[in-house]
């Protein structure tokens, strides 16, 4: 809703034309994109520009699920399209149930938690009975990890084997992480993950184990 909305849309979607064509792009909207409270409208504007709120796909026998996580933190203004993600959630858990899954991974903004799975409720996890609630299914169901942002801050911890991975900020940083990403690799027995800097990524490049696994995957 501010003025400066759609030029940065724009400016975002002329630097994503520079990616490698054989990347693809996978978006999970988060606050900035949906409000801390989102509607109808928000989400709908979103879903114009960059699709889906909320979706799931398949690559090499490893399930994937994106979440809108802004309708479990507060969908006061939008009830009913919680309900429909709930639902729709249930359904996908079921078929990854019964699918032989290497692995199933969670992408959402809001971490389910940053270090510990019953710590209080502050701006930067969901509400405690949500919480519990959601780790309650995702455990069932054997999901492996849960990837999240939000936090502009490295954080993370562990539920009855499942892993809550926070990742710091490309851009604005309020901790003492370096501008950065994390890459991820995905092996038939686990998923391996490290966060570098920027800096590191320019002048050393990815580490030698994680290429090694990316090699015997090919």
């Not at 114009?48 to 398949?58: H, I, Q, V």
């Not at 249930?90 to 899954?101: D, F, G, H, M, P």
């Not at 027995?189 to 015997?216: C, F, P, W």
């Amino acid at each position: 809703g501010t003025q400066w909305r759609k030029n940065q849309e724009q400016d975002l979607k002329n630097v994503l034309k520079n990616t490698d064509q054989d990347i693809p792009l996978v978006f999970v909207s988060g606050n900035h994109d949906l409000g801390n409270t989102p509607t109808r409208e928000t989400i709908d504007s979103y879903c114009k520009n960059w699709g889906d709120d909320y979706f799931s796909f398949w690559v090499g026998g490893v399930f994937f699920l994106v979440l809108n996580s802004q309708l479990y933190f507060d969908s006061s203004k939008c009830p009913e399209l919680k309900q429909a993600q709930d639902a729709w959630l249930n359904e996908q858990l079921a078929v990854a149930e019964k699918q032989k899954c290497k692995h199933i991974i969670v992408f959402q903004h809001i971490p389910l938690f940053l270090r510990e799975p019953d710590e209080d409720h502050d701006y930067f996890n969901f509400d405690k009975s949500v919480r519990q609630e959601i780790m309650a299914k995702f455990h069932k169901a054997g999901v492996k990890a849960v990837f999240s942002g939000h936090y502009h801050r490295n954080a993370g911890g562990s539920y009855k084997g499942l892993e809550m991975v926070v990742s710091s900020a490309i851009g604005c940083q309020l901790g003492e992480d370096a501008h950065g990403l994390r890459v991820v690799v995905v092996t038939d027995e686990k998923v391996v993950h490290r966060y570098y800097s920027l800096n590191e990524l320019s002048s050393q490049g990815i580490e030698k184990e994680l290429l090694d696994m990316l090699a015997k995957k090919n």
